[in-house]
T-cell receptor, first 109, second 114 residues
Framework: AQRVTQPEKLLSVFKGAPVELKCNYS??????LFWYVQYSRQRLQLLLR??SRESIKGFTADLNKGETSFHLKKPFAQEEDSAMYYC???????????FGKGTRLHILP | NAGVTQTPKFQVLKTGQSMTLQCAQD?????MYWYRQDPGMGLRLIYY???????DKGEVPNGYNVSRLNKREFSLRLESAAPSQTSVYFC?????????????FGAGSRLTVL
């Protein structure tokens, strides 16, 4: 069975400090991993996906198959990064896409 | 270009009442999804439809039914609402296995069951 685990419900970080949101997954095949973000009063939207290997708004995430992790990182937090972040997994056997429980990131001034 | 449209945005029901949440997308996507969002529980998949004419159970399907009416529309029905179904419901769509699996979400429907 596929599973996505985000161990932190809330993460508070000072502005300018580094951010790391953890995501671990369980899947026996070749998954595709995503980070979605939900800003206040906005729709859920894609932040980045592992196959793109791109940096969006200063965030990066590397898929580590050995540790089954896809942690989201940003070297210097900004106040506008405050939001709810969800890690998601899409498997290679069907079209099911599941999410973790989410981490609320709060950037302190 | 409206993307994914959900109706209604808000609904209050009494226990035992039924209702249908409607979802439509105009992006010619193959796959559509229904999720519920609850504090501390994240987004949980209720049902999904990989293509017109097919539906599959997700993580929490009990108490719900779905219909993929055509390629554009995917409805979620609560036959006998329970307080445990109080939640925010999100519809989403994606191109599916033939292309990128990036989800486009609707604005959400907030349902309260008294």
């Amino acid at each position: 069975a596929q599973r996505v685990t985000q161990p932190e419900k809330l993460l508070s970080v000072f502005k300018g400090a580094p951010v790391e949101l953890k995501c671990n997954y369980s899947y026996s095949g070749s998954p595709e991993l995503f980070w979605y973000v939900q800003y206040s009063r906005q729709r859920l939207q894609l932040l980045l996906r592992h196959i793109s290997r791109e940096s969006i708004k200063g965030f990066t995430a590397d898929l580590n198959k050995g540790e089954t992790s896809f942690h989201l990182k940003k070297p210097f937090a900004q106040e506008e990064d405050s939001a709810m972040y969800y890690c998601a997994l899409s498997g290679d056997r069907d079209d099911k896409i599941i999410f973790g429980k989410g981490t609320r990131l709060h950037i302190l001034p | 270009n409206a993307g994914v449209t959900q109706t209604p945005k808000f609904q209050v029901l009494k226990t035992g009442q039924s209702m249908t949440l409607q979802c439509a997308q105009d992006m010619n996507h193959n796959s559509m999804y229904w999720y519920r969002q609850d504090p501390g529980m994240g987004l949980r998949l209720i049902y999904y439809s990989a293509s017109e004419g097919t539906t599959d159970k997700g993580e929490v399907p009990n108490g719900y039914n779905v219909s993929r009416l055509n390629k554009r529309e995917f409805s979620l029905r609560l036959e006998s609402a329970a307080p445990s179904q109080t939640s925010v419901y999100f519809c989403a769509s994606t191109q599916g296995s033939s292309g990128a699996n990036v989800l486009t979400f609707g604005a959400g429907s907030r349902l309260t069951v008294l």
